[in-house]
């Protein structure tokens, strides 16, 4: 009977984690749409949304980056616990998912430069030097972006092994969509389309991935991919 306790409470824990992961995409999404529309000059075709980290209601972005992150972290641990027999063979998925929710904790603590205009008083055009912490949030959002599309096509690859097409090509295409997004920003610098596409980009994949913790969730007995 203490073995089923133990087993019951494991279970929980595995579902409290994975819940976690669940809300934690629509939280950031929701929280940056909100600030689009109240932050005074905010344009997100001309600015990241880590730009909103800034000025006197920066906080609410910087919260948002500790909280998704933590959320995503927790959802990471939840699927790498759920993952059953048959997913012992690829621990890389949930390990990619955790790398990215560490970097957008990391965010938080070291937040983007601002530039051209935003926030207010800031003078137009970039910057004319990067500070150490907008240096380094550059760096973490750069292996964070790279761990989450590296997630897409892990699990992707393992969906595909274990039969499940549709969220193989879901996995496979969020991520394939991503990179080229984040390609673009660099390659058609200044471009407001480039800039809309990446901000969507971001949304769908963070999507992706809430997406992902929630149907595991809802499988609690079937074999993970990853």
Same mark, same amino acid.
């Given at each position: !009977? ?16 994975? @819940? ?15 600030? @689009? ?28 980056? *500790?909280? /998704? ?14 993952? $059953?027999?048959?997913?012992?063979? $690829? ?15 990391? *965010? ?6 601002? +530039? ?12 004319? /030097? !990067?500070?150490?912490?907008? @240096? ?34 879901? /996995? ?28 969507? *980009? ?11 913790? +929630? ?5 609690? $007995? ?5």
């Amino acid at each position: !009977m203490t073995e089923n306790l133990t087993t019951t409470a494991a279970g929980g824990a595995t579902r409290t984690l994975l @819940m976690c992961g669940a809300v934690a995409g629509p939280l950031y999404i929701v929280v940056v749409l909100l600030q @689009m529309l109240t932050r005074d000059g905010f344009d997100i075709s001309r600015y990241p949304a880590s730009m909103l980290s800034n000025g006197d209601q920066g906080w609410i972005q910087i919260a948002n980056f *500790a909280v /998704s992150g933590l959320l995503f972290m927790a959802g990471a641990v939840g699927l790498h616990r759920a993952r $059953g027999p048959a997913g012992r063979g $690829g621990t890389w998925g949930p390990r990619l998912v955790g790398v990215f929710g560490a970097g957008m904790v990391a *965010a938080a603590f070291f937040s983007a430069d601002p +530039a051209d205009g935003f926030p207010p008083g800031t003078p137009l055009g970039p910057p004319t /030097s !990067m500070s150490t912490h907008g @240096m380094v949030h550059f760096l973490v959002s750069a292996v964070a972006f790279l761990a989450l599309i590296a997630a897409c096509f892990a699990f992707g690859r393992r969906f595909a092994a274990t039969g499940r097409r549709g969220w193989a090509a879901f /996995s496979m295409v969020n991520g394939a969509l991503f990179l080229a997004a984040w390609i673009s920003i660099f390659t058609m610098q200044g471009s407001r389309v480039a800039n809309v596409a990446f901000a969507l *980009a971001i949304a769908l994949v963070m999507a992706w991935t809430s997406l992902l913790t +929630a149907y595991r969730l809802a499988r609690p $007995g079937a074999a993970a991919p990853a």
